[in-house]
């Protein structure tokens, strides 16, 4: 069981919620952690900014990347569901809402995020990873998961996380069998 628990836990730090698949076109905003109740200059900054201009989507997605990094999760929602009001074709930010939204206690949100992406792009490399975290940690949909972590195997047989996925499949096909 331990070897499990470990297992899953080094498979999840590999999908951890910082991975992107693509680079973003956003600009990335620089600096540190930001903690509850003490924004950086940067947090300041894009605040200043959307304050000037609230439709600014690249300011959304800063601030939710930047509180997404900080796990200050059910911010980071808030900033990324404006971002998606601007513009709703954002998978990356779809992917990393989820991420959040399950981080903040809401699975079955999540999962809706990632299939949202997936309707966009079925061919997203890191919403089907993370669905299939969710599938299998959250809902112990364990036939589900390793679907998903299958498909994102044939769309990348070289990413560099691959020999984790497939231990991760194995795994989860100890679940199923054992139940």
């Not at 470990?6 to 680079?23: P, T």
């Not at 300041?44 to 997404?68: H, I």
């Not at 691959?162 to 199923?176: F, G, L, S």
Request: charge should be neutral; hydrophobic fraction near 35%.
């Amino acid at each position: 069981m331990k070897k499990i628990i470990i297992g899953i836990m080094f498979f999840v730090a590999v999908l951890g919620c910082s991975q992107k698949e693509e680079q973003k076109s956003q600009p990335r905003f620089p600096g540190g952690c930001v903690q509850a109740g003490n924004p950086s200059n940067e947090e300041r900054q894009l605040r200043d900014t959307l304050a000037r201009n609230p439709k600014n989507v690249d300011a959304w997605t800063g601030l939710g990347d930047m509180l997404m990094d900080a796990k200050r999760f059910k911010e980071a929602v808030e900033a990324y569901q404006k971002s998606l009001e601007i513009n709703p074709d954002n998978i990356d930010v779809r992917v990393d809402m989820g991420t959040c939204l399950r981080q903040s206690g809401k699975p079955d949100m999540a999962v809706l995020e990632y299939k949202k992406a997936l309707q966009i792009n079925p061919g997203h490399v890191n919403a089907h990873k993370n669905l299939a975290v969710v599938l299998g940690e959250d809902f112990k949909d364990y036939a589900g998961s390793i679907r998903e972590l299958e498909t994102a195997i044939s769309l990348d047989p070289n990413a560099p996380d691959v020999a984790a996925m497939r231990q991760q499949i194995e795994r989860w096909k100890q679940q199923t069998a054992s139940k």
